[in-house]
């Protein structure tokens, strides 16, 4: 058995923080919530674990009544009234009573049968095989944590993409979650990747259903040839692709199809030796690009673009490239 990968696990306090975070973004007055989204932006830019620690934040807000009355046993005696859920972790997040969430937390944590940890440096791309017989291809520069308990199978993908052909358990489902969104399956075969700020939802064979960040409503329903992608906003709508995209970068290509150029471009950096930049320009970022080229061959992106985009290339020092809109003559 594969020892836990600790480098991605949070600690309580990372937790208690992204609770905080948390209430003040539901439960705060506009001004509140905006600036906790601010500061809450840069903090899970700083740790991978600080992703995961929100992730399980809000699990524990979505969580059952189990943590509510483990929460209750903190507050002093007697209640006038008995709080809601969430007034409770709103007093634990808000300070005064933080001291003793970390044991809460421990307490509450499931127990894990089985944990992995998977991490993949520039253009190496990894086979993976898990105890229940669910495979996982594994792009380059991927983060990711495997847990498996006994009524429940999770990926937690943190940053890059991921192939997954899961072995049907129809009472233990399996779910991945990303900072973006969250894909529920019994058994199926789909890719999902975590970039730019995007995470976005193909299937193969199967159904998977699919939620944004907020983890509300029924979520979308995804056939095989179905994808969609979430992000801050929502979910986007239900698209349908080419067979080919989602195994392309398996075979050694990166395919776009409509693919916004600020996720080809974060794509095109898990495999390019030297980094390729692109302008902050929103409207640039959201050009569409579609073709594929060869995974070790970046320049030959770089050379078709300006021909199907109104974009230029520049050089920058040490051998990169930044991508800038076309100044026009």
């Not at 495979?135 to 937690?156: F, G, I, K, P, Q």
């Not at 233990?172 to 999902?192: D, E, I, L, N």
Request: proline share 6%; no cysteine; net charge positive.
């Amino acid at each position: 058995m594969h020892r836990p990968d600790t480098t991605l696990q949070p600690t309580p306090g990372m937790i208690e923080r992204a609770l905080t975070y948390l209430t003040r973004i539901t439960g705060g007055d506009a001004a509140t919530a905006d600036k906790a989204r601010r500061h809450l932006a840069a903090w899970l830019a700083q740790d991978a674990r600080h992703e995961a620690a929100w992730m399980r934040a809000e699990r524990l807000w979505a969580a059952d009544g189990a943590v509510t009355e483990a929460l209750q046993s903190y507050l002093p005696k007697p209640q006038a009234a008995a709080p809601s859920r969430r007034a409770l972790l709103r007093a634990f997040a808000g300070g005064g009573l933080a001291l003793g969430l970390g044991s809460l937390l421990r307490w509450q944590e499931p127990q894990a049968l089985y944990r992995l940890g998977i991490q993949t440096a520039r253009r190496e791309v990894r086979s993976l095989g898990l105890p229940d017989g669910t495979v996982l291809e594994v792009d380059a520069r991927t983060r990711a944590s495997v847990a498996y308990y006994r009524d429940a199978r999770e990926l937690t993908l943190t940053q890059g993409q991921v192939y997954l052909d899961v072995r049907s358990e129809p009472g233990r489902p399996f779910v991945a979650r990303t900072p973006w969104g969250t894909v529920k399956v019994v058994g199926t075969a789909f890719s999902v990747s975590a970039r730019a700020g995007v995470m976005r939802v193909q299937v193969e064979r199967g159904l998977v259903r699919v939620w944004g960040r907020d983890g509300s409503g029924e979520g979308v329903l995804l056939q095989p040839g179905q994808m969609v992608r979430t992000a801050a906003a929502g979910l986007d709508r239900v698209r349908e692709v080419s067979g080919g995209t989602h195994e392309a970068w398996r075979q050694g290509w990166l395919a776009f199809d409509a693919t916004p150029l600020a996720e080809a471009v974060a794509q095109w950096n898990a495999w390019s030796e030297r980094p390729i930049e692109l302008s902050a320009d929103p409207a640039l970022q959201a050009m569409r690009v579609t073709g594929s080229f060869p995974a070790r061959e970046p320049a030959r992106f770089l050379a078709a673009l300006p021909g199907v985009l109104p974009v230029a290339i520049e050089s920058v020092a040490g051998g990169g490239a930044r991508i800038v809109r076309a100044v026009r003559k």
